[in-house]
T-cell receptor, first 115, second 113 residues
Framework: AQTVTQSQPEMSVQEAETVTLSCTYD???????LFWYKQPPSRQMILVIR??????QNATENRFSVNFQKAAKSFSLKISDSQLGDTAMYFC????????????FGTGTSLTVIP | KAGVTQTPRYLIKTRGQQVTLSCSPI?????VSWYQQTPGQGLQFLFE???????NKGNFPGRFSGRQFSNSRSEMNVSTLELGDSALYLC????????????FGPGTRLTVT
């Protein structure tokens, strides 16, 4: 079974500062995908960033980057230059392989950006 | 390109009733997945449909069912509603097959009284 753990239920960060959200997962799979999704108060889930397990290079999308440690089964999200619009619930998600579109989600981290 | 749409956005039902939720995927997407989101259980996978066939199913009772039509629109049905079925129901669409990019709809907020 796949499990995803987010150990930080709530976090806050000052505007323009950097924050890191943690995620660990457990799987026996070798090929899989990891994602960070953002869910603002509007409830729409938005893809922030994704990482293919076979790629050693950490994914980066503008102010968002990940630290993927496959051996440690760790997948943290770093948000640089935090903006008020980053305030949201952040979910870490795991997908076994590309032919199975089933996400396993963590419990989420509620991030508040303080002006 | 229009995003994933879900109807209705809000719904109030009485225990014992049944309900049908609808999800229209992005044009060209053939896979639709459904998730239940509750404060206690978080986001849980219900099932996935691809080309009108259920391809994957989560651990939910048989009261939860779904289907997909030839235009890829999907419906989810919950029979004999229980108070614990109150949740935000999200659907996500993707091309399916060799695609891991999924796009979520805004959700349907179901309240069972």
């Amino acid at each position: 079974a796949q499990t995803v753990t987010q150990s930080q239920p709530e976090m806050s960060v000052q505007e323009a500062e950097t924050v890191t959200l943690s995620c660990t997962y457990d799987t026996s799979e070798n090929n899989y995908y990891l994602f960070w999704y953002k869910q603002p108060p509007s409830r729409q889930m938005i893809l922030v960033i994704r990482q293919e397990a076979y790629k050693q290079q950490n994914a980066t999308e503008n102010r968002f980057s990940v630290n993927f440690q496959k051996a440690a089964k760790s997948f943290s999200l770093k948000i640089s230059d935090s903006q008020l619009g980053d305030t949201a619930m952040y979910f870490c998600a795991f997908m076994k392989h590309v032919y199975s579109n089933q996400f396993y989600f963590g419990t989420g981290t509620s991030l508040t950006v303080i002006p | 390109k229009a995003g994933v749409t879900q109807t209705p956005r809000y719904l109030i039902k009485t225990r014992g009733q049944q309900v049908t939720l609808s999800c229209s995927p992005i044009s060209g997407h053939r896979s639709v997945s459904w998730y239940q989101q509750t404060p206690g259980q978080g986001l849980q996978f219900l099932f996935e449909y691809f080309s009108e066939t259920q391809r994957n199913k989560g651990n939910f009772p048989g009261r939860f069912s779904g289907r997909q039509f030839s235009n890829s629109r999907s419906e989810m049905n919950v029979s004999t509603l229980e108070l614990g079925d109150s949740a935000l129901y999200l659907c996500a669409s993707s091309f399916g097959g060799r695609s891991y990019e999924q796009y979520f709809g805004p959700g349907t907020r179901l309240t069972v009284t």
